[in-house]
């Protein structure tokens, strides 16, 4: 039995995360209490109304059934969240993967080390922001996105939009330009500007301007006309829509695209690629200062580095 009380990152970080921790399970054969999910649990119907989120789910598509026991109970498992070490490697029971400290690759899912380690303890707590499992990822990704479907709502406003979308145009492109906390972080060194996400467009992507439909998200928002401009003039002669959703929304639209565009180092259109089997583009300052080349990726692993 895993519990899992891992609680860093943003969406798209917690869903990456709890990636290779559901793909771990399945080929070990275990069940996993996650608690570190429970605060956004109501964004997912298969999640919301459980006491806490368990996985893999059973062959009929429900969740398993909570165990019994103290661990069972959140506020013990809140208790342990707090009070976790901070390191990487294993510590007693804990297997940890701190977040940005350690080498990741000590506290890889796919090992012998980590087998003897879940062989030796009939119970595991799960600190790992980082625990990988590439190639079981990719073996069960249906069966992991399955588990995080979003609401059927969504679902269905995006796939009427879609098809609006196919019969005016041959490709709709996503574009996700993270702005809010880019800004600060590191200096700024991954902030781009909607003008830099353009001519990216225009200098790498192969496309038809006139068959082609760009659709644009960010995290923060367009009700502001003069940051409307800001997106929407550099694309002067593209055929764009600017999407004014919250988060699930635009997730769910990404999903609905044909291929996307995201920054490199966010996980946020990366898991709508993953989830969707979209090819992928990663781009950054740091990318392009570097003169790398940049192409699309076909349905990327969170984490395949």
Known sequence: MWYNINRNGQLGNRLFSRAHVYAAALEYGETVVDWGLLDIAKKFPRLADAKLPTYPLLADGTMPPLPEGFLSNPDVLKWLHKTRPRGTGPFLNYWSQHWGKGDPDIARLDTDTFRQFNDAHPTILMNGFKTRCVDWVRKHRTEITKFFELPESLRTKWSITQQCWHAQYSE??????????????????????????????????????????????????????DFYKEIKEPFNGLNIYINEGDQLDDLCAMMHCD????????????????????????????LLQEGAKLSFIDTPIPWDY
């Open 259 to 286: 291929r996307l565009i995201g920054p490199s180092n966010s996980t946020f259109s990366r898991w709508a690629a993953f989830a969707a089997g979209l090819p992928w583009m990663g781009v950054s300052n740091v």
């Open 172 to 225: 709709v492109i996503g574009i996700h330009n993270r702005l809010t906390d880019f800004r600060k972080a590191s200096g700024g060194r991954h902030y781009m500007m909607p003008k830099d996400f353009a001519n990216v467009v225009r200098d790498v992507v192969d496309f038809d301007p006139k068959t082609t439909l760009f659709v644009f998200f960010s995290d923060e928002s367009f009700r502001n006309d």
